[in-house]
């Protein structure tokens, strides 16, 4: 079966510290790869996606990055932390031939 | 560009009522339609989705019908328990050849059921 993983679950970090996060998927091959934001429990916007390894596309200029080293290995990354990158990330996958996304447990950042 | 609109809430209902979130959309084509919903603490889990005009998607209780000519996605349940509440969110996935299954999501009703 397909899962998808996130960690770590919480993170506290002071600000201009910098962040490492990331998100792996088991059980299927060259999925499409999402990360998120999610502002006060309510809306989530999108942060970058990737269709294949080394392939990453932006969908808001920001403080982040974002990378793809393997197949179903996908990392959100700070040089330096602002207190609004603040939020509850999350990494989703889609499988080729598939319309849905599914979402991992995500993991809550707080910056300090 | 694609857009998702649904009611702002909260919702607050009593166990065994009747639930409506209304949910309409923008968009060009023939997107593909979901709910998601996430508990306290959690990711987002589909819940359903329909993929044409007229399917009902159904899970768990809740269902949702795609109407094309009102641009609209309603989800409903018939008796909500205490163990549905959560936020519910909308979404669409537009299927051109740019979009790489990227989903536009509404900004998500706040559910409360009291026992």
């Known amino acids: 079966s397909q899962t998808i993983h996130q960690w770590p679950a919480t993170l506290v970090q002071p600000v201009g510290s910098p962040l490492s996060l990331e998100c792996t998927v088991e059980g299927t091959s060259n999925p499409n790869l999402y990360w998120y934001r999610q502002a006060a429990g309510r809306g989530l916007q999108l942060l970058f996606y990737?269709?294949?390894?080394?392939?990453i596309s932006s969908e808001v200029p920001q403080n982040l990055s974002a990378s793809r080293p393997q197949d179903r290995q996908f990392i959100l990354s700070s040089k330096k932390l602002l207190l609004s990158d603040s939020g509850f990330y999350l990494c989703?996958?889609?499988?080729?031939?598939?319309?849905?996304?599914?979402f991992g447990p995500g993991t809550r950042l707080t910056v300090t | 560009g694609n857009s998702v609109t649904q009611m702002e809430g909260p919702v607050t209902l009593s166990e065994e009522a009747f639930l409506t979130i209304n949910c309409t959309y923008t968009a060009t084509g023939y997107p593909s339609l979901f709910w998601y919903v996430q508990y306290p603490g959690e990711g987002l889990q589909l819940l359903l989705k329909?993929?044409?005009?007229?399917d009902k998607g159904s899970n768990k209780g809740f269902e949702a019908t795609y109407r094309k000519e009102t641009t609209s996605f309603h989800l409903e349940k018939g008796s909500v328990q205490v163990s549905d509440s959560a936020v519910y969110f909308c979404?669409?996935?537009?299927?051109?050849?740019?979009?790489?299954?990227?989903?536009?999501f509404g900004q998500g009703t706040i559910l409360t059921v009291h026992p």
């Open positions: 329909a993929t044409k005009a007229d």
């Open positions: 979404a669409l996935r537009y299927a051109g050849g740019t979009s790489y299954g990227k989903l536009t």
């Open positions: 990737s269709v294949g390894i080394g392939q």
């Open positions: 989703a996958f889609q499988t080729s031939g598939r319309n849905e996304q599914y």
